[in-house]
Each structure stands twice: as C-alpha cells, then as structure tokens.
C-alpha cells in the first residue's frame, strides 16, 4: 500500500507530517489515501503501531511489544476464542480475567481513517464496556479493514452480519492521557488506553 511504502521508505513522510502539524482540529477532512489518513490521525491520537508484511513480522512484533513494556509474565486477556486459537503456538498465555493493569489482546471490526479510531463490537467485548477492561491494549488487524469513515464501517458490519447484527459498537479513539483529551466532551465516559496495533497487510 502506498502509505506504508511512504512510512518505511522515506518518500513524502516528512512533507506529510509537516501538512499535518499546521492543521486545526476543525479543519476539513484530509483528501489523502485512506491508508495514510488513518495512519496521521491514529499517531495524532497517541496510537503506536507496527505495521506486518507476513506472520512472522506479527510473531516477532509481539514479542517486542512484550519485552519493551515487561510483560513475559502476565497473561492476556481475551475474550475472542479465535484469536487465542491463532496464537496458541505463540509464547504467551491467556486467562479469562480482567485487571486493570493486564493486557487486553483483541481483533477489531475495522480501522476508521476519519479520525485514528478503532471500531469494536461485542465480537470483540461480549458485553463489557471499555472502562470494565485493561488500561492496556494490542490490538490486531488488517490493512483490509481499513474504512475512510465510522459511517462506512457500520454498513460494512450490518452487510456482514445481516441476520445477527452485533451489539455494543464502540469506537477506540484516545490512546495517552493528555490535557487534549480530558477536555473533549465528545469522550465523556470513554477511557484512554495505551494501544498497540499490529497491522498485516492482506492486500
């Protein structure tokens, strides 16, 4: 994708962030490829992420994001039987509890660009709400799941669904406590999260 040969190239990554930093909040949307508007916003929001080209960048992503933040030996909690299934062989292990300083390691229904957002579901959650789990997250995804818009990625999720449309859709937006945050009412009752996002690319 054209984004990502930008970011680990070099090309117009500089020209690109300089753009960015003179915009206001209440600019209009960026007219930019999907890939590289989500990337922008999501970085803007306090996201990292690392972008895969094949499982085994994934596997190897994992471990580092496991020896940088110390977490060789605590559990993560999941609440997709899939993605525990996908990392069996990996060396990590799961448990089917919450704490508030654990590891919550989930999928996501898609990857909104508009705004940096992650979008989830009860796939996802099952019925808690994002202040009932961990402070920190790893996220895993693919660059198919990327939508220019929160409007986009809801049709998406009731194309697939037609019969069972999943319940407690949400949205991921604010990934570090910063004064910014604090003062957006469009936040009240959302809850920062130190997110990781582990990209593939599948196209």
């Known amino acids: 994708m054209g984004l990502f040969e930008k970011l680990f190239g070099g090309g117009k990554k500089k020209s690109t962030k300089e753009h960015d930093d003179a915009r206001g909040v209440h600019m209009p ?6 890939d590289e508007k989500f990337t922008i916003y999501f970085k803007k929001n306090g996201g990292k992420f690392i972008y895969c080209v094949d499982f085994s960048d994934v596997r190897q992503a994992l471990k580092n994001i496991i020896e940088e933040n110390n977490w060789n030996q605590k559990p ?9 299934d996908q ?46 789990l961990p402070e920190n997250f790893i996220v895993f995804a693919t660059t198919s799941q990327l939508v220019n818009s929160i409007g986009e990625g809801l049709k998406k999720i009731k194309k697939k669904h037609q019969n069972s449309i999943p319940s407690n859709i949400t949205t991921i937006k604010h990934f570090q406590n910063v004064k910014e945050n604090k003062n957006d009412f469009l936040t ?7 997110l990781y996002l582990i990209l593939l690319e599948d196209l």
Not at 29 to 34: G, K, T, Y
Not at 104 to 132: P, R, Y
């Open 87 to 132: 990392f069996s062989k990996e060396a990590i292990s799961f448990t089917n509890k919450s704490t508030e300083d654990g590891i919550f390691f989930t999928t996501c229904e898609h990857l909104v660009a508009q705004n940096g957002s992650i979008l989830i579901c009860s796939n996802q959650l099952k019925e808690k709400k994002l202040d009932e």
């Open 29 to 34: 949307d960026l007219d930019i490829p999907v």
């Open 76 to 84: 993560f909690f999941s609440l997709d039987k899939r993605l525990e």
């Open 188 to 194: 009240y009752g959302s809850s920062s999260k130190n």
